[in-house]
């Protein structure tokens, strides 16, 4: 797989391209800046790329517009961020981008194993959130929500779901069948308005849905 790598930190930079070339994947450019990046995309022609949210020069979130730039040009590109903190708002809007996208804690890095499944994840057109990520945004909770309809077990399921999860991991890590898990996709569909549609992921516009807490309808129209 070619990556391009976009990071600010030097030694992060240099420490993922080892992690990436451990793993038989070419880390055909590895830049520092938002410019950079999109100079090297466009010149490499990547598989994926790996981005920072927050680079030179203004350190705010320079590398995930470039990033949602990119997907504007190239919809198939698959896009992995890194990020130092839990930041909401952009896990949001890079779900709203479709598949092929994730977003990671740095701290995830060290997790070598971890990192390198989400990346392929992620590559394949899976979409990936951290964990972390995912809790806090769950913790949100509005009133009069269709979130409200789900049983607690239907939040388990859920919340691997963001994590980009299949069915057969979800029911690995929560003990149970592929049957139930699927029996509790269905319901989870179900209960927040999410009818079947041609050419649709009802699972990305689900997950969402639960990340952004908003009405249904608001969550079809940013995934569509």
Do not use: C, W
């Not at 995930?64 to 896990?91: D, F, K, N």
């Amino acid at each position: 797989m070619r990556v391009v790598i976009a990071e600010d930190s030097v030694l992060l930079r240099e420490g993922l391209s080892q992690i990436l070339g451990r793993f038989d994947h070419e880390v055909v450019a590895a830049v520092g800046d938002a410019p950079g990046l999109a100079a090297a995309v466009a010149e490499q022609l990547p598989d994926i790329v790996v981005t920072d949210v927050r680079m030179p020069p203004g350190f705010r979130d320079e590398g995930l517009r470039a990033a949602l730039a990119l997907r504007a040009e190239r919809p198939e590109l698959p896009i992995l961020v890194l990020s130092q903190y839990v930041e909401q708002s952009y896990a949001s809007e890079l779900l709203q981008t479709g598949g092929g996208v994730g977003y990671l804690l740095k701290d995830r890095v060290g997790e070598v194993t971890e990192f390198i499944d989400a990346l392929d994840r992620v590559a394949a057109g899976g979409t990936v959130i951290d964990p972390e990520v995912v809790r806090r945004l769950l913790s949100r909770r509005r009133e009069h929500s269709p979130l409200e309809r789900l049983t607690e077990r239907e939040r388990e399921v859920l919340e691997l779901m963001a994590e980009g999860r299949s069915n057969g991991a979800i029911a690995r890590r929560l003990v149970v069948s592929e049957a139930a898990v699927i029996k509790h996709v269905g319901s989870i569909l179900a209960k927040l308005d999410l009818p079947p549609a041609p050419d649709d992921h009802r699972r990305v516009r689900a997950v969402l849905l639960y990340l952004r807490g908003d009405h249904p309808g608001g969550a079809m129209a940013g995934a569509g």
